[in-house]
């Protein structure tokens, strides 16, 4: 089992979110990844950090795409070490 934490920052009706949610928790699934989402506009810090970015998914913290992604390019990178 992974150890690897991958984070969907997105936010509520946003139509790319919702794209990279659907290839985030499908590889996250396959890999054994933990997978959590957080809402930027639930917390100003985030709303800042990550405002015109979003959907932006990172791993371990480190941010890995933003806008899109697609399954092949998170899986290469999950197995090249996050």
């Known amino acids: 089992m992974s150890t690897v934490r991958m984070t969907l920052y997105s936010r509520p009706g ?8 659907e290839v985030a928790v499908a590889v996250a699934r396959e890999a054994g990844v933990v997978f959590e ?8 810090a985030l709303a800042v950090r990550y405002d015109l970015e979003v ?14 992604v697609t399954a092949e390019r998170l ?3 999950l197995r090249d070490g996050a």
């Open 75 to 77: 899986r290469a990178r």
């Open 55 to 68: 959907p932006v998914l990172c791993l371990d913290g480190v941010k890995a795409f933003s806008i899109r």
């Open 14 to 21: 946003c139509h790319l979110c919702e794209e990279m949610r």
């Open 37 to 44: 989402e957080m809402d930027v506009d639930a917390d100003p």
